[in-house]
């Protein structure tokens, strides 16, 4: 289970530590920061993906997703007082990204190349990253050490060098993984790679998900819900049959679920519902209908990962419906930590009814995001590698 979530210079998140537990809900007003979190979070994915750099063009190079204020806000700064010129920083500005589990860490440093150095001066360099044993670094506890082109790993009480031609624009993950060479690289990068994002599943008409796709074994649910059908034929067939019924009970009273494999074997959802003649198919499903049948679908996976974030859930749904959505994601935290991130009070009610759900409100100062009644000791224990 990830314990903290570390950020640095990333849009408003100038310095920011989350502590995490099994089941977390992100909240906050518009503009505080949560879509900052869930990008960040997403970045942190893209390292075992390869992809980055790539992900961080997309945004806008690294300058744009830089934090745009002073190097620090000072106490002078909040009460009026002092300089709020961005341009008086006495480092250079970095990107930095972290995570730490109970077993082990990881963060990764990204920066500007140099005058001349890349023929795409938008894109970072990937200047560092560290692997280290335990919830905080410390230079002894220090497994994996990426120091540009070099990359390093502990032997003994000395370190063995395993390449020194790593290219800028890649992580550490995208060749140095051999499970015998580089266990711990190995290990780390399918830990994030198992991590699970949803975000805004479509509902217009063109849906992927109101269209029959052909059928096949789909215990995860793709980020698009195009198959929906399948995923849920899955959960009928190897996960747990009579909880899927009671979820959809619990949101439409009297409903009945079915998945119909079309003669060319291409599958959709049909849903019988209390007072009408005939089922309803996907197409015809109304958009909160559709989104919650997706949500169920993606939280009752007979392969749960090792985390998943839902990026504003309660997007088209009925107000009636957040509770047992509420009800849904906690079940699911009981096999999967989950990041839920939403301002939709109702459904923010209903998790945190639940006894290990962790509520992180956040709050915006001069231009940064905060923690909601944190000061400087009451975040989680976290240090930055040496170059972090």
């Not at 963060?107 to 001349?116: H, K, R, T, V």
């Not at 479509?202 to 195009?226: E, F």
């Amino acid at each position: 289970m990830i314990k903290t979530i570390a950020i640095q210079n990333y849009r408003s998140l100038l310095s920011i530590c989350l502590p995490l537990g099994p089941l977390n809900v992100i909240t906050g007003a518009n503009g505080s920061g949560k879509s900052n979190i869930y990008r960040a979070l997403r970045l942190l994915a893209e390292t075992a993906q390869g992809r980055i750099i790539q992900t961080l063009a997309q945004e806008g190079g690294l300058p744009s997703t830089l934090w745009a204020g002073p190097e620090k806000i000072t106490r002078s700064m909040k009460i009026g007082e002092g300089p709020r010129d961005p341009s008086m920083r006495a480092e250079p500005q970095r990107l930095t990204l972290g995570f730490a589990t109970e077993e082990f860490g990881y963060n990764i440093l990204l920066g500007a190349p140099g005058p001349g150095a890349s023929a795409f001066p938008m894109d970072p360099e990937i200047k560092e990253e560290y692997i280290w044993a335990g919830e905080v670094y410390r230079p002894a506890s220090s497994l994996v050490q990426r120091d540009k082109a070099v990359v390093k790993v502990r032997d003994g009480r000395g370190w063995q060098m395993i390449t020194r031609h790593l290219t800028p624009f890649e992580s550490l993950f995208h060749q140095s993984t051999h499970p015998k060479t580089a266990p711990d690289i190995f290990y780390m990068r399918e830990t994030i790679r198992n991590w699970r994002f949803y975000d805004h599943f479509r509902s217009d008409p063109d849906a992927p998900a109101r269209i029959p796709h052909m059928g096949t074994y789909t215990p995860v649910l793709s980020a698009d819900g195009h198959d929906l059908a399948s995923a849920l034929a899955t959960i009928m067939s190897i996960g747990d049959d009579a909880a899927l019924a009671a979820a959809i009970d619990d949101a439409f009273p009297g409903s009945r679920l079915n998945v119909y494999t079309l003669s060319d074997g291409r599958m959709t959802v049909e849903l019988t519902q209390h007072g009408l003649l005939r089922p309803l198919s996907a197409s015809e499903l109304s958009d909160g209908t559709l989104r919650y049948l997706l949500w169920v679908a993606a939280l009752m996976t007979p392969r749960p990962p090792l985390l998943m974030v839902l990026n504003e859930p309660e997007t088209s749904l009925h107000p009636d419906l957040l509770p047992a959505l509420a009800r849904l994601i906690i079940n699911a935290a009981q096999h999967t930590q989950i990041i839920v991130v939403s301002h939709a009070g109702r459904l923010i009610h209903a998790l945190n009814q639940h006894p290990d759900c962790h509520s992180i409100n956040l709050i915006k100062s001069l231009g940064q995001t905060e923690i909601d009644g944190y000061g400087l000791l009451d975040g989680p224990l976290w240090r930055w590698s040496d170059g972090g």
